[in-house]
T-cell receptor, first 116, second 118 residues
Framework: EAEVAQSPRYKITEKSQAVAFWCDPI?????LYWYRQILGQGPELLVQ????????DSQLPKDRFSAERLKGVDSTLKIQPAELGDSAMYLC??????????????FGPGTRLTVL | AQKITQTQPGMFVQEKEAVTLDCTYD???????LFWYKQPSSGEMIFLIY??????QNATEGRYSLNFQKARKSANLVISASQLGDSAMYFC???????????????FGKGITLSVRP
């Protein structure tokens, strides 16, 4: 069964350090999302890709966060420098090509980040 | 304005009974989809059920059904015959399609904690 892959599953870092998360969506899924979920809250979108292009990064803190999907397949989310408030679950998701309104959105297992 | 509203406090249900989790939404887009996800303590987001704005019938998936009331803009999740393993956070989410036909983001509510008592 196709799955969205993410690594690492857990990451502990100290503030001011750099961290990077990787996501491999389901094969053929053109849309890729990065969400951040603070404990006890709903996920919030950080960035959305359609193929290799950024569709929505309005909520991405661009002074410290960056995201890329160079070949339109896997994606990397980076934080530099990490701050205490960045501690959260980072979820990657993918969905079917454009136009399939009912397309399911599949989530990966997430990366739980702790910043000390 | 909040697009997805989940206002119930933590919910409790007795094992084998049914429970309804409320969700209201706000959109001016005629084409949209409504999703429910379950998130256990492990953190994974598990898809439960989907309802399209043009679907004539309420969606059902096993023990899950969606009570879709379009005029009221509500999409409540009904879980029948609750099991201990149903204890988790439940999130309602919406995706609008827009004029270009491109998939927009999923917008989530704040979630509801469900606890199933033995």
């Amino acid at each position: 069964e196709a799955e969205v892959a993410q690594s690492p599953r857990y990451k502990i870092t100290e503030k001011s350090q750099a961290v990077a998360f990787w996501c491999d969506p389901i094969s053929g899924h053109a849309t890729l999302y990065w969400y951040r979920q603070i404990l006890g809250q709903g996920p919030e979108l950080l960035v959305q890709f359609q193929d290799e292009s950024v569709v929505d990064d309005s909520q991405l803190p661009k002074d410290r966060f960056s995201a890329e999907r160079l070949k339109g397949v896997d994606s990397t989310l980076k934080i530099q420098p990490a701050e205490l408030g960045d501690s959260a679950m980072y979820l990657c998701a993918s969905s079917a090509p454009r136009g399939l309104a009912g397309g399911q959105v599949f989530f990966g297992p997430g990366t739980r980040l702790t910043v000390l | 304005a909040q697009k997805i509203t989940q206002t119930q406090p933590g919910m409790f249900v007795q094992e084998k009974e049914a429970v309804t989790l409320d969700c209201t939404y706000d959109t001016s887009d005629p084409s949209y989809g409504l999703f429910w996800y379950k998130q256990p303590s492990s953190g994974e987001m598990i898809f439960l059920i989907y309802q399209g704005s043009y679907d004539q019938q309420n969606a059902t998936e096993g023990r899950y059904s969606l009570n879709f009331q379009k005029a009221r803009k509500s999409a409540n999740l009904v879980i029948s015959a609750s099991q201990l393993g149903d204890s988790a956070m439940y999130f309602c989410a919406m995706r609008e399609i827009g004029e270009t036909g491109a998939n927009s983001k999923l917008t989530f509510g704040k979630g509801i904690t469900l606890s199933v008592r033995p």
